[in-house]
C-alpha cells in the first residue's frame, strides 16, 4: 500500500447525476477543467440511478451526461471512499492501492443518498432486501427469472423497481405501498405539471400492468428458515400472507449527510443546509443532490449544475437555473408529502426483532437506554461494518432518536487508512 497526495481546486465527492453535473459545469470553463476532480467508492460513473450505463446503455438521459462528464476534462477518481475530513481543505480517501490526501480549494458535496429500512420480524432474513439494491443485484447478473417477487415499503422506487425487474423475468406477485390512495391520488394530478414524469409514470405503469398494487399496506413479519417463504400484510383492518422467494422491502431513502457534518456542515430537519447557490454553512462548501433533500435525478442534476457554476463563481450562469430548480423542489416537497411514513410503521418491531444486524442487538436492549450514544456505547449498536447506516437511520424513526455527531471514519475503511488518518490530524 502506498500513500498518495492530490491536489485540486474543486473536488466534487460523489459521481451520481449531482457530481457529474457539478463537475460539467465547473469544468464548461477551460481555466477550471484540469483542476476539477470528482472522487466516488464505486467502479463506475453514475451513482445509484445510472449504475450500469457504462456497461449497458439504455437511458438517452444518463448516456448524455456520461458522455458531457467524459469530454470535460475534469479526473475521475473512482474507487476510492472518502472516509474523513480531518482539516479544512483536505479529505482523506481510501483506493486499493492505499490511502489517499486529496487537498481542496473548494469542496462540493454530491453523497447522494441509500435506502431506509425498518426492522420488523424477519426483516434479516436471506432474501429480504432493499427494492433498490435487489435491482443492483439484478443488474449484476443475480438469476431472478421465474421467482416470485413481494415487494412493499414506500416510495417511487417500488413501482420503477416492480417494472425493472418484471424486465429480467421475475414474478411481481404484489406491491404493497404503505401511502394511502388519497395521498398517492393527489401526488399523480401535482404530475400534470411535470409531462416528462407523468410519461415516466405512464411507461412503469404499462410495465407493470396486471400487477396487483395496493396502497396503505405494509409488511407485519417476513417468515422462513434458510431464506425468506412468505410475508404477512396487513392494511390495518385485514392481514394476510402471501408467499415468495423474494422480499424487496425499502421505506423510501434518507441522505448521506455522515461526510457533510463531518466537514462541519448544519442541518436542517436532516437534511444538509444550503442557501440559494447550494453553499453549506462551511466557507466554499458547496452541496448537491439527495444529501439537500430527496427529489430524484433531476433535481440532482439542477442542484449539481448550479453548485459547479457557483464554486467556479459563475453566478449568472447559476442564477438561470433558479426556476428550473424551484420547479424541481416543488416536486421534492409533493414526494416528502406523499410518502411520509405512518405511524404503525414505527411498532412493527418487537423487543425480539433486530434492530442491529451488524452487531446482533435487539431493539428491546437499545430501548433500555435514553439516547443512541448511550445504547452505541453499551450495545454496540451502530458500531458495525454499516457504522450505523442501517441502525441509526431505523432508530431514528423508530425511537425518534438523532445521533448527536459523526466519527471518521463517515465509511468502513482499513486500519492503515485510519492511521493516516490520526497522522494527518
Ligand atoms: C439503491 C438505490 C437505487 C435507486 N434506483 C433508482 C431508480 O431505479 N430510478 C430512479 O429514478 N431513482 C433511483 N434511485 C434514486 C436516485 O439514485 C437519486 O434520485 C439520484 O441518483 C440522486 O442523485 P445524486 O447525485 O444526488 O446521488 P447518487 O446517485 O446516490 O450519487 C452519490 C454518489 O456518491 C458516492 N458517495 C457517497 N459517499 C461517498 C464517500 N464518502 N466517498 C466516495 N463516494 C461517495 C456514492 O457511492 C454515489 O455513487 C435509487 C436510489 C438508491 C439509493
Excluded at 91 to 102: K, Y
Excluded at 142 to 150: A, E, H, K, Q, T
Excluded at 171 to 190: D, P, R
Amino acid at each position: 500500500m502506498s500513500d498518495a497526495h492530490f491536489q485540486f481546486e474543486i473536488v466534487i465527492v460523489g459521481a451520481g447525476p449531482a457530481g457529474i453535473a457539478a463537475a460539467c459545469a465547473a469544468a464548461e470553463f477551460s481555466e477550471f477543467s484540469e483542476r476539477v476532480a470528482v472522487v466516488d467508492d464505486t467502479p463506475w460513473l453514475g451513482g445509484q440511478i445510472w449504475r450500469g450505463e457504462q456497461a449497458r446503455p439504455k437511458q438517452p438521459q444518463a448516456q448524455q451526461w456520461l458522455d458531457k462528464f467524459r469530454k470535460c476534462g475534469a479526473t475521475l477518481l473512482d474507487r476510492t471512499s472518502v472516509i474523513a475530513a480531518p482539516e479544512n481543505g483536505l479529505l482523506l480517501a481510501e483506493h486499493a492501492d492505499g490511502p489517499r490526501a486529496i487537498r481542496w480549494q473548494k469542496l462540493i458535496l454530491a453523497t447522494g443518498a441509500r435506502e431506509l429500512f425498518l426492522p420488523f420480524p424477519g426483516w434479516t432474513l436471506p432474501n429480504v432486501m432493499g427494492p433498490g439494491g435487489l435491482q443492483a443485484l439484478v443488474k449484476n447478473g443475480w438469476p431472478i427469472s421465474g421467482r416470485r417477487v413481494v415487494i412493499c415499503g414506500t416510495g417511487p422506487l417500488l413501482l420503477a423497481v416492480a417494472n425493472g425487474l418484471r424486465g429480467y423475468g421475475a414474478k411481481i406477485v404484489s406491491i404493497n405501498e404503505q401511502a394511502s390512495w388519497g395521498s398517492l391520488a393527489g401526488f399523480g394530478f401535482g404530475l400534470l405539471r411535470h409531462p416528462g414524469k407523468l410519461f415516466q409514470g405512464a411507461g412503469i405503469g404499462a410495465g407493470i400492468f396486471g400487477v396487483p398494487f395496493r396502497c396503505g399496506t405494509w409488511p407485519v413479519k417476513a417468515e422462513g428458515e434458510d431464506s425468506v417463504r412468505s410475508v404477512t400484510l396487513t392494511n390495518g383492518s385485514k392481514t394476510w400472507t402471501e408467499d415468495c422467494d423474494v422480499l424487496a422491502c425499502g421505506f423510501n431513502l434518507v441522505p448521506n449527510v455522515e461526510l457533510p457534518v463531518a466537514v462541519g456542515c448544519d442541518l436542517q430537519r436532516g437534511f444538509v443546509r444550503v442557501d440559494f447557490m447550494q453553499a453549506t454553512t462551511v466557507a466554499n462548501v458547496f452541496c448537491a443532490g439527495e444529501p439537500t433533500g430527496i427529489g430524484g435525478a433531476d433535481c440532482a442534476l439542477t442542484e449539481g449544475r448550479i453548485a459547479g457554476y457557483a464554486a467556479t463563481g459563475q453566478s449568472p450562469m447559476a442564477e438561470q437555473l433558479f426556476g428550473k430548480r424551484d420547479r424541481w423542489h416543488a416536486f421534492r416537497d409533493a414526494l416528502a408529502k406523499t410518502y411520509a411514513l405512518r405511524a404503525e410503521l414505527k411498532t412493527l418491531a418487537t423487543n425480539d426483532t433486530l434492530l442491529c444486524r451488524c452487531e446482533d442487538v435487539t431493539l428491546g436492549r437499545v430501548r433500555q437506554f435514553s439516547g443512541w450514544r448511550e445504547a452505541k456505547l453499551l450495545t454496540r449498536c451502530g458500531m458495525g461494518s454499516c457504522q450505523g447506516r442501517v441502525c441509526g437511520a431505523a432508530a431514528k424513526v423508530v425511537l425518534g432518536w438523532g445521533a448527536e455527531s459523526v466519527r471518521p471514519p463517515v465509511l468502513p475503511a482499513r486500519v492503515g487508512s485510519l492511521i493516516t488518518t490520526e497522522i494527518q490530524r
